[in-house]
């Protein structure tokens, strides 16, 4: 059975966790609209994707 030689320390578990992080989501600006959107989505507003129409434009 496998069991610990020695204590791992607080430093030495927080070291391992900090990739654990969750990071804040990335939004890019599209090029037509301006609007910010998240990457490798559609564009809600235009209905746009790689510009090809995808989804009827939304009327604000």
């Known amino acids: 059975m496998a069991v610990p030689k ?3 320390t607080k430093s ?3 070291f391992r966790r900090s990739h654990d992080a969750i990071s804040s989501t990335a939004y890019v600006e599209d090029k037509d609209s301006g609007e910010l959107r998240r990457p490798h989505h559609v564009d809600l507003k235009s209905g746009m994707y790689r510009g ?4 009827e434009p939304k009327d604000d």
């Open 6 to 8: 020695s204590k791992v």
């Open 12 to 14: 030495k578990r927080g």
């Open 52 to 55: 090809k129409q995808i989804l």
